[in-house]
């Protein structure tokens, strides 16, 4: 097992069944009511919300050892599209029976606690992305970026363009600017 996937998402998951997923699918589209929680053993899933102008905001890319939109644990219905990366593999529980896990007595009570401190850490994370989108200049937001994550590994900077909410040729103009 991936050394990242060590967590609480883990021992909720086992023994679910396991699904793959072509690159492109749509896994679930805003709108849709919540039947299942699904858990990322590998790929990419990019939570996406249609623009009126036509573009989309990538609101979170649930990665390795993370549950694809966990705030939908608490909903009725979706409240983006759920776009599969390249080829993934995931867990998928009824949403329901994973509700059922992480407050039945019987269950690992430390489940709980991880989950809530999972949350509180995804919130933070949330809040800094908010604030880092809302800076003005492409060079603020990319500073602010590089200052809480670092450096990204080559081929993702288009990545680090969505997360701070600027098109890949502005932030690329903005890393020329800088060399």
């Known amino acids: 097992m991936i050394e990242i996937m060590s967590g609480h998402w883990v021992k ?5 069944p396991k699904r793959s997923v072509k690159g492109g699918t749509v896994l679930f ?25 036509g573009g989309l905001l990538t609101l979170h890319t649930a990665a390795i050892g993370e549950l694809v939109a966990e705030a939908s644990l608490f909903a009725e219905r979706y409240h983006c599209d759920a776009l599969v ?12 029976a994973l509700i ?8 690992d009570a430390s489940l709980a606690m991880e ?8 919130l933070q994370a949330l809040r800094a992305r908010v604030e880092i989108m809302r800076l003005r200049r492409v060079s603020d937001r990319l500073d602010a970026y590089l ?33």
């Open 12 to 16: 909720a998951f086992e023994g679910a």
């Open 29 to 53: 589209h805003r709108g849709d009511l919540v039947k299942h929680a699904y858990f990322v053993k590998e790929g990419r899933v990019r939570l996406q919300r249609p623009l009126e102008e």
């Open 85 to 96: 990366g390249d080829q993934t593999e995931m867990a998928v529980l009824p949403r329901q």
């Open 100 to 107: 059922k896990k992480l407050v039945d007595r019987t269950s």
């Open 115 to 122: 989950a809530l401190a999972s949350t509180a850490r995804d």
């Open 147 to 179: 200052d809480l994550h670092g450096t990204p590994v080559r081929g993702e900077w288009a990545s680090v363009a969505d997360w701070i909410g600027v098109s890949p040729p502005a932030l690329y103009r903005e890393l020329a600017k800088r060399r």
